[in-house]
Structure formats: C-alpha cells, structure tokens
C-alpha cells in the first residue's frame, strides 16, 4: 500500500486485502497446525503454524505499515513480545537501560529472570536526558522506554533519548501501547523499535491479548522471526483476527478516546474532592509542549489523586458505568488502583520513589457518551 495513503486507509486496506481464493473481504482465519506441500522442497510459504500463518502475516504487514517499520512480529502477549526482544537481542554482560516508571511487568521480567542470565539492567528517569547520558555504558544494548509512564503521565523526549542510544552505539526501543500508532510514531521521532501490548487500543476491545515487535532494520527482521519459530510464544490465528478486526477502526476510537479523555480530564480537574489530576493535555502539565509536539492528541489515559488509600476504595466501590479492572485500551472505561494492582509488584519503597501514592485512581477513558462517565464519576466521588 503506498506511502502517501492515510492512516485508516492503511489500518483497513494494508494486509486486508480480500481473499484471493475466495474473494471474502475480511481476511479468513487460517486454523491448521500444517501446510501440504506438493513434492519435497515445493510449497506455497508456509510449511508449519508456529514459524508462519498467512492470519498473521496479514496483521504484521499492517502493523508495520501502522507504525512506520520495515517488518512487525507478533507474539502471544506483550510481555512475550517483550521476552522476545531480550532474547533476540541482548547475551550475557549485555546491559539495558529502562525507564524507571513502566509497566511493572517489565521490571520483573528484567530483575527476576533476565538478571539470572548476567544481563545486567539500569533503571533511569527517562525524562532526565543527563540522566539517561550517564547511564549509558560501553555494553548498553538497549535503551527501553515507555512514554507517557504509566500511571505518572510523565513523558520522554523521543527524538532526543534516540540521538543519546545512538551515539552510544546502543539501540531505542519505545513501549506505544498507551498512545496507539495513531497518537504517537516513535520510529518517525528517531525510534529503532516499537512494541505493543496489542491487548490494549490496538485489539481495542478487551476480548484478546497480543504482543508486537515492529522493526526498522534487516536484523530486526530475521532475529524475531527466528524466535517466534525458536521460542514459539506466537499469536493464535483467532487473536490475529481479531487484532485485524480492531485496527480498522482504531483511528476513529482514539478521536473519541481522546475527546472524552479531555471531558472526564477537566470534569475530575474541577471537581472539589480531586486533589490532583496528571494528564498530559493540561497547559500547565510539565511537558504540554512536548506532549503538543511528540503525540497528535492526548490519550485517554488520566491519573488523579483522591488523598488516600481509603477514600480510593470508597469511590472505586461506587462505580457503575467505569469498570474497576487492570487493563486499558478498550471502549469500555476502565478504573483502577495501580498501587495494589498494576504497580503492586514495585513495592511501598518503589513506589514512592517514583512518587505513585495510595490515594491514586488511574482511568482509561473508553468510547462511551462522555456525560454518562461524568455523572458516574462525580457519584463515585460522593462516597469519600
Ligand atoms: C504499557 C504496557 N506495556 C506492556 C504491557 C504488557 O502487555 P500484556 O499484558 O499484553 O502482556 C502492558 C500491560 O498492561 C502495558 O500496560
């Protein structure tokens, strides 16, 4: 699909094509362990599911196509699409620099299982750039960061991280899952590599989860294709299908995502028992410019401080229309706590380090009417 279409054209055209053998315009979901190869050497590129299926073919050309790369790998999970860029591409004695506020899981990943195998890890405020230059060392590999945090709202320079992982001979893998390629086009800003928990906008329905590599280099290319057949942690034909379903209309949802993430932003900004709201479309947010200059809108991702762990609970009992659950990215509002539960895992001491207190509540705004979010939060907020 040529470079100059736009982005849903791409989202519902690129590895869409209907069906040459039958014409069906939605890509089939291909549901076979093998391929029938006509003599010894002959077949048709595809010899055996967990090294190829012509479902996910489909959705890696449109992933890569969406963000901008040369190739997309797509694993059964975002902490397997994470699992696989380590073993791809870091040995022993490697190192690998990571945002000191990301998804908890991959912390863990790195501290629990990768540090067993003498890799050795360093966890640096992305935000701060003479932070990030100091850290660099001769054997960093990776420079791995998620922007905006979650569920600090605190953004990285991207174009900027990139130019110090490449001086540094080392190279810059961005986490988009929470702006979507739509919001956000890291390897455009200078990003060697994009990841994705698919599970989240770009499947956008809560119904599947997935994990996604998108590549900009030959190495990319051959080193992940090589673990999905090695480790095999590939996605199932079905989840493919629906990730495919999902992007059609991502560019569509993110308008409304982040149309009610401005509504529900200001309602909870205005509102009395509301200590704090941390949103990157505040002007008076730290990093609105960069924000303004990096991202295309603002999300649907809003963290706000209601002072305690208490009246946390208080108002997240109440709830009717948001859904109290881990997880973001779907039509549906999700509500959740992240100190016992996304961030459960860092730590009283982790936590405060990075400033995530007990009193804070995390939203991803869904696509529901905006007043009926409003109303439900503002009859939440009663309780405490
Ligand atoms: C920003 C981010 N990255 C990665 C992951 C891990 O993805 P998955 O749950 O699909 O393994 C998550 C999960 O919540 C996430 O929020």
């Known amino acids: 699909m040529k470079k100059q279409f736009g982005f849903s054209t791409?989202?519902?055209?690129?590895?869409?094509?209907?069906?040459?053998?039958?014409?069906?315009?939605?890509?089939?979901?291909?549901?076979?362990?093998?391929?029938?190869?006509?003599?010894?050497?002959?077949?048709?590129?595809?010899?055996?599911?967990?090294?190829s299926n012509p479902t996910r073919t489909r959705l890696e050309q449109n992933l890569a196509a969406l963000e901008g790369g040369t190739s997309a790998h797509v694993f059964s999970s975002g902490m397997a699409a994470v699992t696989a860029v380590t073993q791809c591409f870091l040995k022993q004695g490697d190192h690998l620099i990571c945002g000191h506020n990301v998804y908890g899981?991959?912390?863990?990943?790195?501290?629990?299982?990768?540090?067993n195998y003498g890799v050795e890890f360093s966890y640096v405020d992305t935000s701060d750039l003479a932070a990030v230059k100091k850290a660099m060392r001769r054997n960093t590999r990776i420079l791995w960061v998620?922007?905006?945090?979650?569920?600090?709202?605190?953004?990285?320079?991207?174009a900027e991280v990139a130019k110090i992982a490449h001086a540094g001979g080392a190279e810059l893998a961005v986490d988009n899952t929470f702006m979507s390629p739509y919001l956000q086009s890291p390897i455009a800003l200078g990003a060697d590599m994009v990841m994705h928990s698919t599970t989240k906008f770009l499947n956008?329905?809560?119904?599947?989860l997935g994990g996604v590599i998108v590549g900009t280099k030959p190495h990319h290319s051959e080193k992940l294709a090589f673990m999905q057949k090695a480790a095999g942690a590939i996605l199932s034909p079905f989840e493919c299908w629906l990730v495919l379903r999902g992007v059609k209309s991502l560019a569509v949802r993110m308008v409304k995502h982040?149309?009610?993430?401005?509504?529900?932003?200001?309602?909870?900004?205005n509102h009395r028992k509301v200590k704090k709201v941390l949103y990157p479309g505040f002007t008076d947010h730290p990093q609105y410019e960069l924000a303004r200059r990096q991202m295309k809108g603002f999300g649907s991702m809003i963290t706000f401080e209601t002072g305690s762990?208490?009246?946390?609970?208080?108002?997240?009992?109440?709830?009717?229309?948001?859904?109290?659950?881990?997880?973001?990215?779907?039509?549906?509002?999700?509500?959740?706590?992240?100190?016992?539960m996304t961030h459960a895992a860092l730590?009283?001491?982790?936590?405060?380090?990075?400033?995530?207190t007990d009193g804070m509540v995390r939203i991803s705004v869904g696509i529901e009417d905006a007043a009926d979010l409003i109303a439900d939060l503002d009859q939440a907020l009663a309780a405490i």
């Open 204 to 208: 956008g329905h809560s119904d599947g």
């Open 10 to 51: 791409k989202a519902i055209h690129v590895g869409q094509e209907p069906d040459p053998s039958t014409g069906a315009i939605v890509v089939p979901i291909f549901a076979t362990s093998t391929y029938v190869q006509e003599e010894l050497g002959k077949h048709k590129g595809y010899e055996y599911a967990r090294v």
């Open 146 to 158: 998620e922007t905006p945090t979650n569920p600090l709202m605190v953004l990285t320079d991207i």
């Open 347 to 356: 730590g009283e001491k982790g936590r405060k380090q990075i400033g995530l």
């Open 258 to 269: 982040d149309e009610n993430g401005r509504a529900v932003a200001d309602f909870l900004r």
């Open 105 to 115: 899981g991959v912390p863990r990943l790195f501290n629990e299982v990768l540090a």
């Open 309 to 340: 762990l208490n009246n946390a609970k208080k108002m997240l009992r109440k709830v009717r229309v948001c859904s109290l659950g881990e997880s973001l990215g779907g039509v549906e509002t999700l509500i959740s706590h992240p100190a016992t």
